[in-house]
């Protein structure tokens, strides 16, 4: 039981050294893996640069590379100005914008309690509905730091205009996901 909670705690700081310091097994025992991962991925250039090959051939291409060949795949990607790794942020503020839009319908609840409701709009300064929702609104978008870092950066000034606009053209920036409920 010892050796194997021994070997759960190196195993977690080893990932750590290599997540935070680029720290890995010596070169003798990565020889095997990176032979490996070598000869896969030659294999898989034939559907990866084949033009007329299916989507899905090139997908699961491009999942190979990925998994083999992770130095090269992140190399490309800053090569390329980050575009995978833009893309993986969207994706986070769309599906972050998404669950903040979720939330919209329970503030007609909130304000449906006169105690709440009161103390809102001494909060807010405000008896209107709409804006006493868009300020809960800017609130819960103050306890997502990501969205509104990447708001920042992305949309600007655009933040203190209509938030609840902004955020569904931001969620709704990926079509597969137009069959999900969108207040």
């Not at 105690?115 to 809960?136: F, N, Q, Y």
Request: no cysteine; hydrophobic share 50%.
């Amino acid at each position: 039981m010892l050796k194997f909670l021994l070997g759960i705690l190196l195993g977690a700081m080893m990932a750590f050294g290599y997540v935070r310091w680029n720290v890995q097994l010596p070169a003798a025992l990565l020889l095997p893996e990176k032979l490996r991962g070598n000869i896969i991925s030659t294999v898989v250039e034939a559907d990866l640069y084949d033009l007329g090959r299916g989507a899905q051939a090139r997908q699961r291409a491009l999942e190979v590379l990925f998994a083999t060949r992770p130095d090269y795949a992140a190399r490309l990607d800053a090569g390329a100005g980050h575009p995978f790794l833009s893309a993986l942020h969207r994706e986070r503020a769309a599906r972050e914008a998404r669950q903040l839009l979720i939330q919209w319908p329970a503030y007609d609840d909130v304000l449906a309690k006169p105690a709440l409701r009161a103390a809102l709009e001494r909060k807010h300064g405000s008896a209107d509905p709409e804006v006493l929702k868009l300020a809960m609104l800017r609130e819960a978008l103050d306890r997502q730091p990501f969205l509104k870092s990447w708001l920042k950066d992305h949309a600007g000034d655009a933040v203190g205009g209509d938030l609840r606009a902004l955020l569904r053209n931001i969620g709704a920036a990926r079509p597969e996901f137009a069959s999900e409920r969108r207040p």
